[in-house]
């Protein structure tokens, strides 16, 4: 492994730790570093890579909320006058994770659609969403949600979720902007549309890496010691610095709105399109 493409692997990294549970497109910033400070690796490595890192995002959210997505139980029961600890299913789980699989069907569709890898397309996408978000958090400014918890959310309440999932396709959407904004249109609180987003990342996001490296393995054969290397620093990476995005975004979501991420993504994606136009005309 070479040391500077190291280091643009532990960027990468960053970003898809922090942008992956901010609604700001974690593939959109991805897609804009690796045009600043390309990687030294084939296409279809490329494209395997921004997949896969997300498992380490993933399993950040599996960490911190571990007990509330894990339905086997140790309970204490009497019986015949002894105490034992017996193992039991908790149906409230059980009830979500079907939620979550509910949601992730219409995300069957974007696993088998490339990426346009064009910046102009993230940015009128960043600013497109960007205004949306203002827009939605404008109307529901003051705005009493019906559904104030994960527990409360319906499964066809769940299902509109995850067709929001499908705007995702475009980079510079947001898969976790895109759930939370039609979360938020069909009456889930910011906390409950931004925590079910978490949930609902984990089958979708294994599903589509697991896809994706089956497809590389069958077209290309094994990854090289490099790329398992690249694979697995980018995972540990995005794992570390979720930890922190994850708690920041449910600490925040708590007393603000999505406005400000909004303005945001207007902001990147104006400086994105000015990085595209201004040199034409210059040249």
């Not at 400070?37 to 279809?44: A, D, G, Q, R, T």
């Not at 949600?145 to 066809?156: H, N, W």
């Not at 490099?226 to 694979?231: R, V």
């Amino acid at each position: 492994m070479e040391f500077i493409e190291v280091l643009k692997i532990i960027l990468l990294g960053i970003v898809e730790g922090i942008t992956e549970w901010l609604p700001v497109s974690s593939t959109g910033h991805m897609i804009l570093v690796d045009k600043l400070f390309p990687m030294n690796v084939s296409p279809e490595f490329k494209e395997v890579f921004l997949y896969f890192i997300q498992l380490g995002a993933i399993l950040a959210v599996v960490v911190l909320f571990f007990k509330k997505l894990f339905p086997w139980k140790r309970e204490e029961q009497t019986l015949n006058g002894a105490i034992a600890k017996k193992t039991v299913l908790d149906k409230g789980i059980l009830n979500l994770w079907g939620k979550v699989l509910i949601a992730c069907v219409p995300a069957v569709v974007g696993v088998f659609v490339g990426l346009p890898d064009n910046p102009l397309v993230v940015a009128i996408a960043l600013i497109f969403y960007g205004v949306a978000f203002i827009v939605v958090e404008q109307i529901n400014r003051d705005k009493t949600f019906a559904v104030q918890s994960t527990d409360d959310i319906s499964y066809k309440q769940a299902f509109i979720i995850g067709l929001f999932q499908l705007l995702a396709i475009i980079p510079g959407t947001s898969r976790s902007g895109a759930t939370i904004l039609g979360a938020l249109l069909i009456g889930i609180s910011r906390p409950a549309g931004a925590e079910f987003t978490f949930y609902l990342a984990i089958p979708v996001m294994v599903g589509a890496s697991g896809i994706k490296i089956l497809q590389f393995l069958l077209d290309y054969g094994m990854f090289s010691g490099a790329e398992i290397g690249y694979l697995l620093i980018g995972a540990a990476v995005a794992f570390a610095v979720s930890m922190v995005a994850i708690k920041f975004l449910m600490n925040f979501v708590k007393k603000h709105d999505f406005k400000v991420f909004g303005w945001y993504r207007i902001a990147l994606g104006v400086i994105v399109i000015a990085a595209i136009v201004i040199p034409s005309f210059i040249g």
